[in-house]
C-alpha cells in the first residue's frame, strides 16, 4: 500500500512558479513509477509528467515542455513538480500517482490506468 500527500498548489500570477510535492508513505516508494496528472474544471483528467522509479527517465506532455520539470528523491520518498512560466491554462487540480509497472521507458507511464494509487490533488490556480 502507498499513501501519497500533494502539497504546494496555491493562487499564484502569470508567469510565476510554484514546485508541488507529493510525499508517499510505505518502504518501497523506490520501486513505483510516478506521475502528475492534472483535471481542470469541466475536463477530463490529463497527463503532465512521469518519472521512472530510478529517476533515470522523465517525460513531461508537450503543453507543459521546456516549462515543468518532475524530479524525485527516493531517500525522502518525495516527488516534485518544478512549474516555471506558469499560464491561467495551467490552472487546474494537480494529481500525483503511483504506478507498480515496472518499464525503464518513462513514456510508457502517460496512460492513467497504469496507476495504482493517487493522492488526493492540491489545487494550482493562475490568475492573468
Known amino acids: 500500500q502507498v499513501q501519497l500527500l500533494e502539497s504546494g498548489g496555491e493562487l499564484v500570477q502569470a508567469g510565476g512558479s510554484l514546485r508541488l510535492s507529493c510525499a508517499a508513505s510505505?518502504?518501497?516508494?523506490?520501486?513505483?513509477?510516478m506521475g502528475w496528472f492534472r483535471q481542470a474544471p469541466g475536463k477530463r483528467r490529463e497527463f503532465v509528467a512521469t518519472i521512472t522509479w530510478s529517476g533515470g527517465d522523465t517525460y513531461h506532455a508537450d503543453s507543459v515542455k521546456g516549462r515543468f520539470t518532475i524530479s524525485r528523491d527516493n531517500a525522502k520518498n518525495t516527488v516534485y513538480l518544478q512549474m516555471n512560466s506558469l499560464k491561467p491554462e495551467d490552472t487546474a487540480v494537480y494529481y500525483c500517482?503511483?504506478?507498480?509497472?515496472?518499464?525503464?521507458?518513462?513514456?510508457?507511464?502517460?496512460?492513467?490506468?497504469?496507476?495504482?494509487?493517487w493522492g488526493q490533488g492540491t489545487q494550482v490556480t493562475v490568475s492573468s
Open positions: 510505505g518502504r518501497t516508494f523506490s520501486r513505483y513509477a
Open positions: 500517482a503511483a504506478s507498480s509497472t515496472y518499464s525503464s521507458r518513462s513514456y510508457v507511464y502517460v496512460k492513467d490506468n497504469l496507476y495504482d494509487y
